[in-house]
């Protein structure tokens, strides 16, 4: 049985969080294990969505989508300039 928690970590996002979480045994994967660096922040949350993950992001433009009525499955967002790669790791534990 997979982790409840799916988590999608776009390219902003370390990609040392994802493995940390991976860890603690919570399903994460990252842009950068997709191979889908500088696709569109639209597709990426499409994306995460269709997948069944929760969109963690630094990018207010994801706000911007949900604010606009874009289909989604949750939307983790932290301001990069307040949050370190243990932060995110601390939520979760």
């Not at 995460?48 to 992001?57: D, E, Q, S």
């Not at 989508?65 to 499955?73: A, I, K, L, P, Q």
């Amino acid at each position: 049985m997979g982790s409840a928690i799916r988590l999608y970590f776009d390219e902003n996002v370390e990609v040392e969080v994802a493995r940390q979480m991976r860890e603690r045994g919570i399903e994460a994967v990252t842009v950068h294990d997709l191979g889908l660096l500088g696709d569109t922040d639209e597709n990426q949350l499409a994306r995460a969505t269709r997948m069944g993950y929760v969109p963690c992001t630094y990018d207010a433009d994801y706000l911007r989508m949900v604010t606009d009525g874009v289909e989604h499955s949750g939307i983790v967002f932290a301001f990069q300039e307040k949050t370190n790669i243990g932060d995110w790791v601390k939520v979760w534990n």
